[in-house]
């Protein structure tokens, strides 16, 4: 399993994430508030007894740490771009999903769900002209919010999928903004909006819906020992089967993160999916990418070590144990994009990657944020650029080398010699945010260290929490 080598050339890349456009934003209203969610004329708080009359902290136009986005800061991400670099520059977006506001159930509705994904995709159209997005759906992109139903629930198929009208929706919107063509958006249609798409590059990328993980999604308890009850993981696995035979470097993207701190996903998928990973790398897969955290983190995969495998009850079966890893074989890396909206706590942030035009793997990242705690004296949004990876951290490394799963395997290490490292990845993950988050010392350092090396939610369970 070997990665081919980098050509020297790059093109520019954006990673957009939980964009989380909140039309019900109330200019003046409580922001500091003690319920979820804040900045609506409800808010209040019930310590100071503050309410929309006499805020504690005013809602700004701009936003603000603990309130979903509001249009002008949506929108200033992409007007300010060029302060920072050539829109036209870019070669292609991934977006990794979450549309919709967090809002309470009984607040939302179809209306308002197909209201947020119509505009927020004219949006993206608008703002980034020709260039083209490749979206996937977020556990926010569904009413209710998380649920999404195997067609298998009540013995159909994706035509009488109870989310269908959805995923109809969102492939149309994709398909008609010239992103996909007709034949993957109709397969998105009625494979709960997954999708492969070649760019103009030759990359393949892959778009899986994580809800089919999701610990919120209540309907993958429907025969739970199943860890694939959608088919989502077959169709990745054609897929990567496909790309492999044909010497074609593949992306894939997805919402839900499968590891990290273990609270977010379940174990039996998110153990196959980590399989089927570490199949395919670093061979064919370049990259992972996913969102929902609305912190900048990363993951990686690694191989197996031999006495992973155990002999089954059938002497010609074999059975994995998916948690004996091989922590010095990295493999590939899961890249979990910065949000748009500053909720809960964090600022509004966005990354850049230089990728290898032949390889596909991230060479740098650039972030950029804009700090909401600072709103309320602004006359206008004001983003700012807050680090660059390779820089930041400063290993050991060949300049040219990609930001692939061996250099983030060292700076894991790095965390223990140095524990400022930690300390700073840890402040980077909020995207330099004014709420303070206590992590330090070697306690620190094995937190954070752990969670990076785990790819699935079992591994991850696994790591020393809070």
Known sequence: MIAPEPSGQTIDVLHLSDW?????????????????????????????????????VPASRFGYLYCDSPPDLALSAFSTMDQFFDKSNISFTIFT???????????????????????TYAVFKAEMGNGVIYPTLGNHDSLPEAFNTPDNINGGDGATNAFSWNYDLLSSLWQQDGWINAAEASYASTHYGAY???????????????????????????????????????FLISELEACEAAGQRAWIIGHVLSGYDGSQALPNPTALFYSIVRRF??????????????????QIFYDYKDSSLLSGSNSTAQIRNTTDVDYTKPLTVGFIGPSITPLTGYNAGYQRYQVDAKTFEITGIQTYFANV????????????????????????????????????????????????????????????????????????????????????????NACPQD
């Open 196 to 234: 492969a798409h070649t760019t103009v590059q030759g990359l393949r990328i892959i778009s899986i819906n994580t809800d089919f993980w999701y610990v919120d999604n209540i309907f993958n308890f429907f025969n739970y020992t199943n860890p694939d009850q959608s088919g989502i993981l077959s």
């Open 97 to 119: 999903g979450d549309i919709v506001s967090h809002d309470n159930d009984d607040q939302l509705s179809r209306a308002y769900v197909e209201y947020e994904e119509n505009v």
């Open 281 to 298: 790398s670093p061979t064919t897969i370049a990259a992972v990418f996913f969102g929902h955290t609305h912190e900048d983190q990363l």
């Open 20 to 56: 989380h456009l909140d039309s019900r934003y109330d200019i003046g209203s409580e922001a500091n508030c003690s319920q979820y969610l804040c900045c609506r004329p409800y808010s209040t708080n019930t310590d100071l007894d503050t309410g929309v009359d006499n805020a504690s």
């Open 373 to 460: 705690s600072a709103a309320n004296s602004w006359t206008t949004p004001v983003w700012e650029f807050e680090y660059d990876f390779r820089s930041a951290y400063a290993l050991d490394w060949p300049e040219t080398a990609p930001l692939n799963a061996t250099y983030i395997n060292a700076l894991t290490d790095a965390f223990f010699s140095n524990f400022s490292s930690v300390e700073q990845y840890v402040r980077f993950q909020t995207k330099s945010s004014v709420v303070p988050v206590s992590c330090s010392g070697v306690a620190c350092a094995e937190q954070y260290a752990c969670y990076i090396r785990s790819g699935s939610a079992t591994l991850g």
